[in-house]
C-alpha cells in the first residue's frame, strides 16, 4: 500500500467509526488530506473522494442499524426508532448532495424494522406494560413508506413487491 492509500484507508476507518455525524468526519477528513498545514496535502481523484463518500454511507448503515436493533435497547448505544429516522434523513440528504443512490440500503433497513416491530409486538404481548418505539406513528409509517414496507394493521409487515 503506498502513502496515499495508506492516508486514505486512516481517514476511511476515522470515518466508519466516527460518532454520529459522519459528513462532518468527511469533511475534516477531506480537508485533513487536502489542505491542512499538517496533513499530505494531497490531490484527491474522483475514485478517491468516492472512497471515502462510502465510509459516510457505511457509518450512517451502522448507527441506523444499530438503533434497529431490538437487543440494543436497553444498552447505552441505543437511540431509538425516532433517531434511526433522523439518520435516515441524513443518510438519504448527503447521498441527494453528493449525487449518490444505494436502493440496497433501503432493503436491509426495512428488513431490521420490520424484526423491530415484531420484537416489539412480540414484547408487549408478553405483559411488557411499555414500548420502546419512541417517535409517532405518522413518523413510523413515513420511515415505512419510504423504505418500501407496509405496516398496516391489517396486514403482516411486509416489504413492498413480497412478503419474507
Known amino acids: 500500500m503506498n502513502s496515499k492509500e495508506s492516508y486514505l ?10 460518532g454520529e455525524m459522519p459528513e462532518v468526519a ?7 488530506l487536502t489542505e491542512e498545514e499538517d496533513g499530505p496535502k494531497l490531490i484527491l481523484t474522483s475514485a478517491d473522494i468516492k472512497f471515502l463518500e462510502d465510509a459516510v454511507v457505511n457509518r ?22 425516532k433517531r434511526a429516522i433522523i439518520n435516515y434523513n441524513r443518510l438519504k440528504k448527503y447521498q ?20 423491530y416491530i415484531r420484537c416489539e409486538c ?17 413518523e413510523l409509517e413515513q420511515f415505512a413508506d419510504e423504505l418500501g414496507i407496509n405496516i398496516s394493521p391489517a ?9 419474507f
Open 96 to 115: 441527494r448532495k453528493k449525487n449518490r443512490t444505494d436502493s440496497g440500503i433501503e432493503k436491509v433497513i426495512g428488513y431490521s424494522l420490520i424484526e
Open 9 to 18: 484507508q486512516q481517514e476511511v476507518d476515522w470515518i466508519e467509526n466516527s
Open 60 to 81: 450512517f448503515k451502522t448507527i441506523i442499524l444499530r438503533d434497529l436493533e431490538f437487543a440494543n435497547r436497553k444498552s447505552s448505544i441505543f437511540r431509538g426508532l
Open 122 to 138: 412480540e414484547d408487549i404481548s408478553n405483559k411488557r406494560y411499555y414500548r420502546t418505539i419512541n417517535c409517532t406513528i405518522e
Open 155 to 163: 396486514k403482516k409487515p411486509h416489504l413492498n413487491g413480497g412478503a
Open 26 to 32: 468527511f469533511y475534516e477528513s477531506l480537508y485533513y
